[in-house]
């Protein structure tokens, strides 16, 4: 396990959480071993992301988790363990999923397998965003805003990075690159299932051409991770999600 680059991605993954809730008027806070976010947060993002293996959730020491975790709320509260080290069992959780963090090192020089008629782009319009999140979600998109997930916002952060493969004008495949100190995080990658390697290396390669010679770093399970480290990714360690539904 490379402590400095796990780290590096735990951190990397929760800038990323809290850039999606800021531009839903949500805000976390970044505590020494953790983020938190005391909200209702937009869907598939967490309440809680740890940075560190030693996050104390004595309740006598650290009031802050305690609340969060002992609350009974509403809504769902969900846990990112960022080194599947707790058990919040007896706070009530169980655990969603498990997963592997994953780091490909940097390179200056990009390099992929040309795909006929295929465009890389980076999504620069907001009407185009709407185009990606429609191909990119797994259930029909509602038009309202309100129930948007990728809002106009994230297009006018420097270290974003929101990438597509138009054919046919069609979007066929996506994926956002967020840039944190050190590293660029690989997130919300869909491709088509029957050439999906290939586009893997084209997405890489459009991140590479963007932040050239950063390590990339990210989380995936089951087959795209199988699929992560066929393209070059190697395993940093193991994560954990956690969930309490609201009640």
């Known amino acids: 396990m490379d402590t400095k680059y ?15 809730c800021r531009s839903h008027n949500v805000p976390g806070e970044f505590h020494e071993t953790f983020w938190i976010n005391r909200q209702q947060t937009p869907t598939y993002y967490p309440n809680l992301i740890t940075l560190s293996p030693t996050v104390n959730l004595d309740p006598h020491q650290n009031p802050t988790l305690s609340s969060l975790l002992s609350a009974r709320r509403e809504d769902t509260v969900s846990v990112k363990d960022s080194f599947a080290v707790l058990d919040l069992t007896l706070w009530g959780f169980r655990q969603l999923f498990a997963a592997q963090w994953i780091f490909r090192q940097g390179s200056s020089a990009s390099s992929r397998q040309e795909i006929a008629g295929l465009q890389w782009k980076r999504i620069v319009a907001e009407e185009d965003l709407l185009r990606w999140e429609e191909a990119w979600s797994p259930t029909p998109l509602a038009t309202s805003s309100r129930n948007r997930l990728f809002l106009a916002p994230l297009l006018h952060d420097a270290d974003i990075s929101i990438v597509a493969a138009y054919k046919e004008s069609q979007i066929v495949a996506g994926a956002i690159a967020n840039k944190t100190e050190g590293v660029v995080g690989l997130s919300n990658v869909f491709t088509p299932e029957g050439e999906a390697e290939r586009y893997w290396e084209g997405l890489l390669a459009e991140i590479a051409d963007s932040y050239p010679a950063l390590p990339i770093v990210g989380y995936e399970q089951d087959e795209s991770l199988a699929l992560a480290l066929r393209v070059g990714f190697t395993s940093l360690g193991s994560l954990r999600v956690w969930i309490k539904e609201g009640k």
């Open 6 to 20: 796990l780290q590096l991605a735990a951190y990397n993954n929760a800038v990323w959480c809290d850039t999606i």
